[in-house]
């Protein structure tokens, strides 16, 4: 019975160092997304630029990645799809685009990327950015503008008004 206890205890102890042994080193790879600051407020027709960096020390080779890039609105729709393949090794950094369709909507929006290889390892991470409609920023230049337009033919007719003024009081 003891004998028979020591051999269950080792192939358990056997098992559990051959499962840490086999496991990917796709869980020590790491990897970030952002927008930059330029890029954080985009009008609709335009394209968002997104930074990928990706770190994986544990990789000893060279490995393709499958990295897929989705655009979605506030509900969960995608607005916008790319999908890349990239060959790493420990390290990678690089900028995609994607062209936001001219018909979105102003709004907060969402890119979720994917990264991952032909075999386990699949990783996702999000970055936001904002889409401006044209239309309203139109408008906000354009109303200060003529705003600023009328305030400038005020200021004429005022000092044009006490000038005057001033000649007939000298007349």
């Not at 936001?100 to 909507?105: G, L, R, W, Y």
């Not at 705003?147 to 005057?164: H, K």
């Amino acid at each position: 019975m003891k004998k028979l206890n020591v051999a269950i205890l080792s192939t358990l102890i056997i098992s559990l160092f051959a499962g840490l042994l086999c496991v990917s080193n796709a869980k020590a790879m790491s990897a970030t997304v952002s927008i930059p600051e330029n890029y954080a407020e985009v009008h609709a027709g335009e394209k968002v630029y997104i930074e990928t960096e990706i770190k994986w020390p544990e990789n000893d080779n060279r490995k393709d990645l499958i990295i897929e890039y989705s655009v979605k609105d506030q509900n969960g729709d995608e607005v916008a799809y790319l999908k890349t393949l990239k060959a790493i090794e420990t390290q990678a950094s690089f900028m995609e685009s994607i062209a936001i369709p001219d018909s979105t909507k102003g709004g907060m929006y969402r890119v979720d990327v994917t990264i991952k290889d032909y075999e386990a390892l699949s990783q996702d991470v999000v970055a936001s950015f904002k889409v401006v409609e044209i239309g309203k920023d139109l408008f906000n230049t354009y109303l200060l503008i003529i705003l600023g337009v009328v305030v400038f033919i005020a200021i004429l007719l005022t000092v044009n008004v006490l000038a005057l003024t001033k000649f007939k009081k000298k007349s």
